[in-house]
């Protein structure tokens, strides 16, 4: 069984560093972050659009078919994910995590250059949704690998601070909900309707096209994280010495069991994002029949709580232990998403839709904060990024990439206009237990050790 806190392959001075600078720490969070960021505001875009999207690209004379279309594709390209994830995920634990790093942003930039210059269905034809889908296939490649590479990363430049530093990964998806919902809201209530849905909703994505390459120069002038030179190090050693069962224990292939727990963590987290997040505008405006501007205005509290707590909550963890915050959070949530959108659902109002947003947006901090730290520990370093990035693109995909979808068609097939909670509700549960199962392991390893120990 593999223990949880998995150490370097080999001792080496360069697997404990000196402290590092705060200019450093601010170079590892920024570089690490800022595609994730990208993706995320890419991918919230997406969503808050895809009504005008729908119209441009997947022109139908149904108009829910024409946006469910859209939504799809959206969710189709989550399937590439896992592709990546193993792509990227071996070449990060191969070549180094800069080197993931810098393919995997430039890659990205590939579905926001698109959605930025592609001319709509009335001018191209069937080529318009056809190069649409193609370009989210490849930005679905590359955020598999994104994940797995940018968490390694971090954590593996201090094992004392590892909630802190993995906490940004979070934290710049909080700060990408607040800038695409602000994008979001300020189009929708001060351009014309015409404007608007003619080229309008292309600006997030110059936007972000914008912030791509500035991500790209600052990771490929990266140094690479001590644990992976002290890896490379034992990995030329034991080539010298023909020892090929060096790295014996820690091939992927014995990591199943940590792969399938690190999918059930990641639910809770995904669909937060894909269900309170991404969709809430849109079931705000078609099932509560809200104002546009208001619904989007909302989504900058669950965003920005998210960016301010998501640091706290990693720093915390660092001191008082990630299961404990995170399966708090989990019980929380499974008990209160229900009561919220039945409330929501009879009160139809801003302030309710407040008080939603803004306890989930807590609760994604507090369980979302922690989670990338635990993740890590999970996986030994020979193999980090590529367990990583899998069991986050796996649990992503199952759990996220098609919520919307699924959300949508269960309200439009059965009328009940709770169904996001029952979704929110059943990942709960998953997490939770998946939280329990690694804490069960966790003590099982620390008595097992005690025991060699004595």
């Known amino acids: 069984m593999q223990t949880h806190a998995s150490p370097s392959a080999a001792a080496s001075p360069h697997s404990a560093p000196a402290p590092l600078s705060k200019a450093m720490v601010r170079r590892i969070v920024f570089s690490s972050s800022v595609g994730n960021a990208l993706e995320w505001f890419d991918f919230l875009v997406y969503g808050y659009f895809a009504t005008i999207i729908a119209k441009q690209f997947f022109p139908m004379q149904d108009e829910w078919l024409s946006t469910l279309l859209a939504i799809a594709t959206f969710g189709i390209s989550f399937l590439m994910r896992p592709l990546g994830a193993v792509v990227l995920g071996v070449y990060g634990d191969r070549k180094g995590r800069k080197a993931a790093l810098t ?36 930005q679905g490649f590359a955020v598999g690998g994104e994940f797995g590479s940018a968490t390694a990363f971090m954590v593996e430049h201090s094992a004392s601070r590892r909630g802190y530093y993995a906490s940004w990964q979070f934290a710049s998806q909080g700060l990408a909900a607040i800038t695409a919902a602000a994008f979001g809201s300020l189009l929708t209530a001060w351009m014309p309707p015409a404007q608007l849905n003619d080229w309008g909703w292309r600006l997030p994505f110059v936007f972000g096209l914008l912030v791509g390459p500035v991500g790209y120069y600052i990771r490929s002038h990266l140094d690479e994280t001590p644990e992976f030179l002290a890896l490379r190090e034992a990995r030329e050693a034991a080539s010298a010495r023909s020892t090929a069962n060096a790295e014996k224990d820690a091939s992927f292939a014995s990591q199943w ?13 995904t669909v937060g994002v894909y269900v309170l997040q991404l969709y809430m505008p849109m079931y705000a405006v078609k099932q509560l029949h809200m104002p546009a501007a208001a619904s989007f205005g909302v989504v900058v509290l669950n965003g920005g709580l998210q960016f301010l707590l998501s640091p706290v909550m990693g720093a915390l963890s660092d001191r008082i232990g990630r299961i404990r ?28 839709l407040l008080v939603l947003q803004g306890t989930a947006g807590l609760f994604k901090a507090a369980y979302s904060g922690p989670m990338p730290a635990l993740m890590s520990e999970i996986f030994p370093t020979q193999v980090r990024s590529t367990g990583l990035s899998i069991g986050y693109s796996i649990g992503v995909t199952i759990f996220g990439g098609f919520a919307p979808t699924i959300v949508e068609t269960f309200i439009h097939l059965t009328g009940d206009k709770l169904a996001p909670s029952y979704y929110v509700l059943i990942a709960a549960l998953l997490s939770g237990l998946s939280l329990v199962v690694v804490a069960w392991r966790m003590r099982r390893v620390r008595l097992t050790r005690g025991v060699q120990m004595a």
């Open 325 to 352: 915050i995170m399966l708090t959070t989990s019980i929380l949530m499974g008990t209160l998403i229900y009561p919220m959108f039945a409330l929501l659902q009879s009160h139809p109002t801003v302030g309710w």
């Open 103 to 138: 393919l995997a942003i430039a890659l990205m930039m590939v579905g926001t250059f698109t959605m930025a210059v592609m001319p709509p269905y009335a001018s191209i034809g069937i080529a318009a949704p056809i190069l649409i889908l193609l370009a989210r296939l490849v």
């Open 257 to 269: 069991v940590n792969l399938l727990l690190a999918v059930g963590i990641v639910a809770q987290s």
